[in-house]
């Protein structure tokens, strides 16, 4: 069997686990990755042993990977999967899908017609607790669900959304805490629920990070 020949796009905070993610693996390698900081992209090149990009079309045109791996910031999700896709690549995509319904909706699109896996990151499906939670609800063991709310107490600074310099914008990040960090909780709640849901109550409110509107 012949390794699935992997690339990275994005070198930023969430690499390191893609990267040893594929390092790790015996059926995968990692054969390039690629950031528009080209110092970021050569260091993390240099310690992975593999060739790096500035450029993800170029990179997907030299290297032609089996798969992409996309580490970039939310705006950006749709346009590079699409571009992916189209040129042969199977998609593994950071969360959020994308930040808008119709963005996600042409990258679903895209993936039956190119006949390319697209696959988002949720990865709390797979935690031991998630698990045991889900099968209680399948089986029976909790009885019929009748509601459900989640909570999210997850704190983050003013320097975590300033010094991105995409974080906090609406047309960037799509969304802020709900997008970005929520979106866990909210994907586990929805998976445990299931789709039939017959009422959402909802409220929201800026507390925090007034300087961020």
């Known amino acids: 069997m012949s390794k699935l020949r992997s690339a990275i796009i994005g070198c930023g905070a ?7 993610s594929i390092l790790n693996d015996e059926n995968a ?10 110092e970021r992209a050569k ?37 590079v999967s699409i571009y992916a896709l189209e040129h042969g690549c199977h998609v593994i995509c950071e969360k959020p899908m994308a930040t808008s319904v119709l963005d996600a909706e042409k990258m679903i699109e ?4 190119t006949g390319k896996t697209l696959e988002i990151i949720l990865q709390n499906r797979y935690n031991q607790a998630s698990r045991f939670i889900k099968n209680a ?15 999210v107490c997850w704190y983050r600074n003013d320097a975590y959304y ?22 866990h909780t909210l994907d586990l709640m ?11 109550d909802a409220s929201t409110a800026t507390l ?6």
């Open 14 to 20: 969430i690499f390191p686990m893609h990267a040893s």
């Open 29 to 38: 390698e990692l054969v390039a990755v690629c950031d528009i900081n080209e």
């Open 43 to 79: 260091k993390k090149a240099q310690e992975c042993g593999c060739a790096f990009y500035t450029d993800y079309k170029d990179m997907i045109k030299k290297e032609k990977p089996d798969c992409v791996h996309i580490c970039l910031p939310h705006y950006l999700h749709a346009p």
């Open 110 to 113: 895209t993936s039956k017609r």
């Open 137 to 151: 609800i399948e089986d029976g063991t909790l009885g019929k669900v009748l509601g459900a709310r989640a909570s």
């Open 162 to 183: 300033s010094e991105s310099g995409w974080r906090g914008s609406l047309e960037k990040e799509g969304g802020s805490v709900c997008a970005n960090q929520a979106i």
């Open 190 to 200: 929805l998976w445990f629920v299931g789709k039939n849901i017959s009422r959402i």
């Open 208 to 213: 925090i990070h007034m300087n961020m509107l």
